[in-house]
C-alpha cells in the first residue's frame, strides 16, 4: 500500500543522505521525496512516498525516528490530510489540438505558462490522482516532457505539528 | 580561555574520562599528536587503523566504557571502516575521531582526503563533520552521548586540519539536549504486568538472551528472574558471558551451532521471552519454523529490533535493568502464582532433562592427536574465572562458545554481528590495557591470526602480557566445514598450503612461541604460557578436520540439527 510521511529532521548536513540511504540500505522503496525547510529555519521537512506491508512500514517507521538527526515522523495513511503536488507537462499543441488542450486545461483549473505555436507548458496543482488523471487526458496530443514536484501534505483541522 | 582545537579535542576527551586513547599518526592530525605528547591521556600505538578500531572495542566490551581511537584522514580513515562496522553490528559504544583535509579543500579529491562521513553513515550510529571549531566541544559531548546511551554504538568525528588549529573559547557543555533522540529507559508498566501474567500461565517458558544483557548491566536480575520462575536460559554468541554456563537453568547456545536442548527448547516451548536479543538469522534458523508454538515477548531498548524479523505478542521498550527489575518485583509479588508457576512447568525442565542426556554437548576425545575442544576446556580449568577471552572467527570460535562455559559478565569478547577475522588479538590488546592484572586470552584459528599479527609487535612494545591460542587446523576450518557437508569436498582455497613458523613469528616480534602437537603436552604448555611474562603465542596442531557440531544446515529449521555422532 501507498503510504505518504512527513518527516521533519534537523536542518543539517547529510541529513537527506542519511534518510535516503537508510531506504537505500534496508531495500525499502521511495517513489518520490521532497525537502524543504519550514517556519524554524534549523528544521527541514522531507515529504516521501513509499510503499510496502504492515511490517515494513513499521519498519520504516521505526527506523526514521532511531536517526539522531530525526524529530518527528508522521505516517498521514489513514489520517484527514490535504495533498498537494505541482506539475508542469509540456505538451504539442498545432492546429485542431490547440484548443482542444485549452479545454482540458480549463476543466482541470490548470494554467498556462508558457506558449509557443508548437506547444503549451501546463501548470497544474493537486492531489497525484488529479495529477495523473490530467495526464491520461494530454497523453494523446503527445506529451513532451513532466516535471512533477511529489505531494507535500498537511492534517486537516486546526491544530498544526511544529516546525 | 582560548584553545586551538586539537586542545580542545584533548581536554574534552579527559571531562569525558577518557585515559586512554587507540590510534596511528598521519599528516591529517599531526597537531593532535603534538598536543598529546605532553598529554597524560595514554595513547596505545598499534601497528594498524583496524587494529586500534577493534583494541578500543575490546577495552569497551570488557569494562562498558566508551573506547576512543584516532586516525589520520584518507587511508587511516578508510583502515577503521572494519572495525567500526564491527563494533556498529554489536552495539559497541566508540568514538572515532579522524583528521580530515582542511575545509577548504573538502570535495577537492585533495591528497588523503575520503568522505569519512558518507563511508560511515551505515555503519556508524551517528557521525559528525566538524566545520567550525566553535561546535567542536558540543560536538564531542553529544558524540560521546549518543556512543554510550539508549542502544550503544560508535560515533565517528571528521574533523578537518584547519578546525584543529583554530582557536576559540573553551567551556565543555554540562548537558546535552537532542531533540531528535531520546532513548526509552523505563518499560511501560503495563506490559510489564501483561508479561508477568503471560509468565505466570506459561508451562513451557524459554529465556532468549542476548548482548543487551551485559550492554545493560543486567545480569543480576536475569538470574533473579530466571530463578524465581526457573525458566531455562538460552545464550546467543553475544550473551555467552552474561548467564553462567554451568547454571542449572542454562541451555548454552542456541542457533546454528547451538545446543541440541536449547534449540529443542526454543522449538517447543510456549513462551519465547527474548530479552536483548535480535533474532539473527544465525540464530532463528528457517524463521518460519521458529519457536512456532510459542506466544513471543520481546524486550529491548531499540524499538527498530522488535517485529523487525519475527511477530512479537508483547513488545517492551526499555533498558533490560529497568524491564527486568520491574518484572522480578511484579513476580515477587505473588508468591503463591509464583510456586504454582514453578510446579507447572516442572514437567517441562525435565524434558529438557531428557534432551540434554540424550545429546549432551562433547567431542570424541583422542589420546593421539590434538582435539580443539579439549584445547579450550584446558584453558578454562587453568585460568581464573575472571579471566578475558577474545576470539576472531571461524570454528574455534564456535568451540570457544561452546565449550568454554563462562561464568562472569563480560568476559567473552568476539565479533558477533560481522564475524570480522582478525578481531580478537587487537580485542585481547585493549583488553589487556584496560586490565593489566587480569589474565586475557586470544583464542585464534591459524587463519584469522594472520589478519591483524602485526599487533605482537604493539602487546610487546606496551608489555601487555596477553597470551595467544592458535588452534592451528592449517585451514580456514570454518569454510573449509562447509564445503565438506555441502560442496563435496571441493576444498576451494580454503587450504593454507604454506606452514607457518607460528613460533619463529613470535620470537621475531619479541615475543615467546610455544608449539605442540602431542595431546599429552596441552596442560603442560598453557601451563608455562600462563607463568611466562609478557605475551605469549601457543601454537597447538589440532586435528584438522574437526567439524563443529551441532550444526543447523543454511535453510533448515534450527531443530534439524545434525548431530555429532
Ligand atoms: C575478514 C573476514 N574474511 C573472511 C571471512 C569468512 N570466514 C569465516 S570463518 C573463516 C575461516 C577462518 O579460519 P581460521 O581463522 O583458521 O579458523 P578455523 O575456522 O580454522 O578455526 C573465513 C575465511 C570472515 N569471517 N572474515
Ligand atoms: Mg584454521
Redesign the pocket.
Same mark, same amino acid.
Given at each position: 500500500m501507498k503510504h505518504t510521511i512527513s518527516v521533519l529532521v534537523e536542518n543539517e548536513f547529510g541529513v537527506l543522505a542519511r534518510v535516503s540511504g537508510l531506504f537505500s540500505g534496508r531495500g525499502f522503496n521511495i517513489e518520490s521525496l521532497s525537502v524543504a525547510p519550514t517556519l524554524e529555519p534549523d528544521l527541514s521537512r522531507i515529504t516521501l512516498v513509499t510503499r510496502g506491508d504492515d511490517r515494513i512500514l513499521e519498519q520504516i517507521n521505526k527506523q526514521l525516528n532511531k536517526l539522531i538527526s530525526t524529530i518527528k515522523v508522521i505516517d498521514f495513511t489513514g489520517e484527514e490530510y490535504v495533498e498537494r503536488e505541482l506539475a508542469l507537462i509540456k505538451v504539442s499543441a498545432e492546429a485542431e489540438s490547440r484548443a482542444e488542450a485549452l479545454r482540458i486545461v480549463d476543466i482541470f483549473r490548470a494554467k498556462v505558462v508558457d506558449v509557443t505555436p508548437k506547444s503549451y507548458t501546463i501548470e497544474i496543482t493537486g492531489a497525484s490522482a488529479k495529477i495523473d488523471g490530467l495526464i491520461e487526458l494530454l497523453r494523446p496530443m503527445g506529451i513532451k516532457e513532466i516535471v512533477r514536484s511529489g505531494p507535500v501534505v498537511m492534517g486537516r483541522g486546526a491544530k498544526g505539528t511544529a516546525g | 580561555m582560548e584553545l586551538t582545537g586539537s586542545q580542545i579535542l584533548l581536554e574534552s576527551l579527559q571531562k569525558e574520562g577518557v585515559d586512554t586513547v587507540f590510534g596511528y599518526p598521519g599528516g591529517a592530525v599531526i597537531n593532535i599528536y603534538d598536543d598529546l605528547y605532553d598529554s597524560s591521556i595514554e595513547h596505545i600505538l598499534t601497528r594498524h587503523e583496524q587494529g586500534a578500531v577493534h583494541a578500543a572495542d575490546g577495552y569497551a566490551r570488557c569494562t562498558g566504557k566508551v573506547g576512543v581511537i584516532i586516525a589520520t584522514s584518507g587511508p587511516g580513515a578508510t583502515n577503521t571502516v572494519?572495525g567500526i562496522a564491527t563494533a556498529y553490528m554489536d552495539s559497541i559504544p566508540m568514538v572515532i575521531i579522524t583528521g580530515q583535509v582542511p575545509t577548504p579543500l573538502i570535495g577537492n579529491d585533495a591528497f588523503q582526503e575520503a568522505d569519512m562521513c558518507g563511508i560511515t553513515r551505515p555503519c556508524t550510529k551517528h557521525n559528525f563533520l566538524v566545520k567550525d571549531v566553535r561546535d567542536l566541544a558540543r560536538t564531542i559531548k553529544e558524540a560521546f552521548y549518543i556512543a554510550r546511551t539508549g542502544r550503544p554504538g560508535p560515533v565517528l568525528i571528521d574533523l578537518p586540519k584547519d578546525v584543529q588549529v583554530t582557536k576559540c573559547k573553551f567551556k565543555y557543555p554540562e548537558t546535552v539536549s537532542l531533540r531528535g533522540y531520546k532513548p526509552t529507559y523505563s518499560g511501560n508498566s503495563r506490559q510489564i504486568d501483561k508479561a508477568a501474567k503471560m509468565l505466570l500461565r506459561a508451562r513451557r517458558p524459554v529465556l532468549y538472551v542476548g548482548g543487551g544483557i551485559n550492554l545493560s548491566a543486567s545480569n543480576a536480575e536475569l538470574l533473579k528472574l530466571a530463578e524465581i520462575t526457573q525458566s531455562p536460559v538460552t545464550t546467543t554468541l553475544m550473551a555467552m558471558s552474561g548467564f553462567p554456563q554451568d547454571h542449572p537453568l542454562c541451555l548454552g547456545m542456541l542457533g546454528m551451532h547451538g545446543t541440541f536442548y536449547a534449540n529443542m527448547s526454543v522449538t517447543d516451548c510456549d513462551l519465547l521471552i527474548a530479552i536483548g536479543a535480535r533474532f539473527d538469522d544465525r540464530v532463528t534458523g528457517r524463521i518460519d519454523s521458529f519457536a512456532q508454538k510459542a506466544k513471543v515477548i520481546h524486550i529491548d531498548i531499540d524499538p527498530t529490533t522488535i517485529k523487525k524479523n519475527v511477530a512479537v505478542d508483547l513488545p517492551i521498550v526499555g533498558d533490560l535493568k529497568d524491564v527486568l527489575g520491574k518484572l522480578c518485583d511484579k513476580l515477587s509479588e505473588q508468591a503463591e502464582s509464583l510456586q504454582k508457576l514453578v510446579k507447572n512447568t516442572a514437567k517441562w525442565r525435565e524434558t529438557i532433562e531428557e534432551w540434554k542426556q540424550a545429546h549432551p554437548m562433547g567431542y570424541e576425545s583422542s589420546d593421539t592427536i590434538i582435539k580443539p575442544q579439549f584445547v579450550i576446556e584446558k584453558v578454562r580449568e587453568l585460568t581464573d574465572d575472571n579471566a578475558i577471552i577474545s576470539t576472531?572467527?571461524?570454528?574455534?570460535?564456535m568451540w570457544t562458545a561452546q565449550f568454554f562455559q563462562f561464568s562472569q559478565p563480560r568476559t567473552f569478547l568476539t565479533s558477533g554481528g560481522l564475524?570480522? *577475522?582478525?578481531f580478537g588479538l587487537p580485542a585481547a590488546l585493549g583488553a589487556q590495557v584496560a586490565f593489566p592484572d587480569r589474565q586475557v586470552i586470544d583464542i +585464534?584459528?591459524?587463519? +584469522?591470526?594472520q589478519?591483524n599479527s602485526q599487533e605482537l609487535a604493539t602487546l610487546v612494545q606496551y608489555k601487555l602480557p596477553v597470551k595467544i591460542v592458535i588452534?592451528n587446523?592449517n585451514?580456514?576450518? *570454518?569454510?573449509?566445514q562447509w564445503q565438506q557437508m555441502f560442496f563435496d569436498r571441493r576444498y576451494s582455497q580454503t587450504v593454507?598450503e604454506l606452514p607457518i613458523d607460528f613460533v619463529k613469528l613470535a620470537e621475531a616480534y619479541g615475543a615467546t612461541g610455544l608449539q605442540t602437537s602431542k595431546v599429552a603436552d596441552v596442560e603442560k604448555i598453557i601451563k608455562q604460557a600462563l607463568e611466562t611474562p609478557g605475551p605469549v603465542l601457543m601454537e597447538f596442531k589440532i586435528s584438522r578436520e574437526e567439524n563443529v557440531l551441532p550444526m543447523v544446515p543454511a535453510g533448515k529449521g534450527i531443530h534439524e540439527m545434525v548431530l555429532a555422532s
Open positions: - | 572494519t576472531e572467527v571461524g570454528q574455534h570460535q564475524g570480522t *577475522m582478525g +585464534s584459528g591459524d587463519g +584469522s591470526f589478519m588452534l587446523n585451514y580456514l576450518g *570454518m569454510v573449509r593454507m
